[in-house]
């Protein structure tokens, strides 16, 4: 599994201006979630990683989970952005839709950080919130790519978007967990999730 790399020197740097104090810390989050998951840093920890003072954060941030959300947010920003990036230029649904999986599962081994933040942040009682669905978001992008691809049984192609990124989130967090280990003579994530959509969208 990739693992998130420091930024040079950050915890080193001092004197942030209060435009990149924000992104120092953002970062320093970022590389902390990757390591021990959300519920494994404080914003104290963020501050030091940051080279900043622990009351720091809060010029920027309410609490933890207002730092979660943002990146929560971010990535899938970010991820929606990839998979835009990937369908571009398909020469067909079906080439855009296969093209997804490994882009997917490419995301969750490059961007442990964001990945975690993504799937595991839950709205509060602060309200904050993170919203994968919407719209022009990685959801759209992948109901889209289903246009044309579904049989002709009155599926609606937003479950069936929800059924292939349930399978896509599946497979990607067995390979994050080592199931199968990667030593072993099971086939590659990509193989797993390819066919698993091909057997879901009843094609072969």
């Known amino acids: 599994m990739a693992q998130a790399q420091r930024i040079p020197d950050l915890a080193a740097r001092r ?8 992104e120092a810390l953002l970062e320093a989050t970022r590389q902390l979630v ?3 998951g959300p519920q494994g840093f404080t914003l104290t920890e963020a501050a030091r990683r940051a080279g ?14 207002e730092v979660l959300a943002e990146l929560c947010r971010r990535g899938f920003t970010l991820f929606g952005e990839r998979l835009r990036a990937t369908a571009a230029g398909a020469a067909s649904p079906a080439e855009a839709l296969r093209r997804m999986g490994p882009a997917y599962l490419a995301f969750a081994r490059e961007e442990p950080g964001y990945y975690a933040a993504m799937f595991t942040f839950q709205p509060t009682q602060s309200g904050e919130e993170c919203e ?3 719209k022009d978001g990685p959801f759209d992008t992948l109901a889209s790519a289903l246009d044309g691809l ?6 609606d192609r937003r479950l069936v978007a929800l059924q292939v990124w349930a399978l896509s989130h599946g497979v990607a967090m067995l390979e994050r967990a080592g199931v199968p280990p990667p030593d072993s003579d099971a086939p590659p994530a990509e193989a797993v999730l390819d066919s698993g959509v091909a057997a879901l969208l009843g094609r072969k």
């Open 52 to 65: 900043v003072s622990p009351s720091a954060p809060y010029r920027h941030f309410k609490d933890r989970e």
């Open 150 to 155: 579904l049989p002709q049984d009155g599926r």
């Open 15 to 22: 004197g942030y201006h209060h435009g990149n104090l924000r």
């Open 34 to 36: 990757a390591e021990r």
């Open 132 to 134: 994968p669905t919407a």
